[in-house]
């Protein structure tokens, strides 16, 4: 087999049954796996796959993370081919086994790699500039939902333990407040301050779970838009992909995720938080979105009641990460100059406080559209 790239990846594409002249290129700018787009006659015959290392570090548990994938892609798979009207290969991840009918190789140092089938003619956004885009991406999200609304699978695994546990989070800040590691407790009193004045916030969606009155579904817990593959001609969204942290939870994470990524109207690092706001086009094209992607599937109550706080939870959640992360020394997020997370945390809080002024509009914005049978 001749390979144009030598290393780790062109020796798996090999151990996967690629023969002949094989094309193997780094793809995508995942700051957590390793992805190649690998092209050539492979195990499924010649065409575009996507090889992918799964971190061990990030994800120690591989063999959950491929199981649960194998789980819900084969669920999805067979929940969209039922519609004639859709070609379920650009709307649902296919995983390729490994030769022995593993989900995965096991390289000797113990990462996982995995092949799934590349989707031709897509691309994905960084960011959400536009209110089609909003739309696009949060009706991937909400038909993800439908789809395994009637999952009945095995029990998926939980991969990474207390991901959207806000108030762990908000407890985490402290001991890191108290630890004061790098020195910096002193430059960020006022941001502190915010935060404890706003602690009675992490409890808003775990309290829902436990009183019953928020059902407990399987969710993303990474929802933004770079995880929605758009087609490069329509601008349809398609695929959800970055499947790794698909587990139990609440489909209210999810939401709230997008509303986080997708409505601040800059960048997450900008340098001004007083520039912030929440943009009304985006916010209203990612509800109804998100509603036409659910199609009949109906939610809770306390769903759609909580639907724009989620936002607010989750955005509360990010900027405590980001905050303790600067504190503890910029030991998890990646940075590329000084005071990055800082700036992180600030955009994040100050996110908080547009949603917070906004809420009453933005609620009668998603009364609207349910009130009204949209989509």
């Known amino acids: 087999m001749a390979l144009t790239l030598a290393g780790a990846a062109g020796e798996v594409a090999g151990r996967f049954g690629f ?42 548990d591989g063999d959950a993370v491929m199981a649960n994938i194998r789980a819900v892609t084969a669920h999805l798979g067979r929940a969209v081919a039922r519609d004639s009207q859709v070609d379920h290969r650009r709307v649902v991840l296919e995983l390729i086994p490994f030769a022995n009918g593993a989900l995965a190789f096991v390289a000797p140092d113990g990462a996982r790699w995995r092949l799934f089938r590349f989707i031709e003619g897509t691309v994905t956004l960084d960011r959400v500039t536009e209110p089609p885009e909003a739309f696009e991406v949060a009706r991937a999200f909400g038909r993800f939902h439908a789809l395994l609304a009637d999952y009945d699978g095995p029990l998926l695994a939980t991969t990474i333990h207390g991901f959207h546990d806000t108030p762990a989070r908000l407890a985490a800040l402290e001991l890191s407040i108290e630890r ?23 409890e808003w969606l775990e309290r829902a779970a436990r009183e019953g009155r928020v059902p407990r579904r399987i969710a993303h817990h990474d929802a ?122 600030r955009v994040q809080l100050a996110l ?21 049978g949209r989509p």
């Open 19 to 60: 023969t002949g002249t094989v094309q193997v290129a780094r793809f995508g700018s995942g700051l957590i796996n390793e992805s190649y787009r690998v092209v050539g006659a492979g195990p499924d015959g010649m065409g575009s796959y996507l090889l992918q290392r799964l971190n061990p570090q990030v994800f120690p």
């Open 180 to 202: 004061d590691a790098a020195g910096r407790v002193g430059s960020v009193r006022d941001e502190i301050e915010f935060v404890r004045a706003r602690a009675p916030m992490v």
């Open 352 to 372: 908080v406080r547009a949603l917070e002024e906004g809420r009453g509009e933005l609620e009668a914005i998603v009364r609207g559209i349910v009130g009204q």
């Open 224 to 345: 933004k838009a770079s995880n929605v593959l758009i087609d490069a001609v329509t601008g349809e969204g398609l695929a959800v992909v970055d499947l790794d942290t698909v587990m139990p939870g609440l489909l209210l994470y999810d939401v709230g995720d997008l509303i986080r990524s997708v409505t601040c109207s800059t960048a997450e690092d900008a340098t001004d938080p007083a520039a912030v706001t929440v943009r009304r086009d985006l916010f209203t094209a990612l509800a109804e979105g998100f509603f036409a992607g659910l199609g009949p599937v109906r939610l809770a109550p306390a769903e759609y009641e909580l639907f724009v706080a989620s936002g607010l939870v989750i955005t509360f959640e990010q900027g405590i990460r980001f905050l303790t992360d600067f504190l503890d020394g910029d030991l998890y997020y990646r940075t590329v100059r000084l005071g990055q997370n800082l700036d992180r945390a």
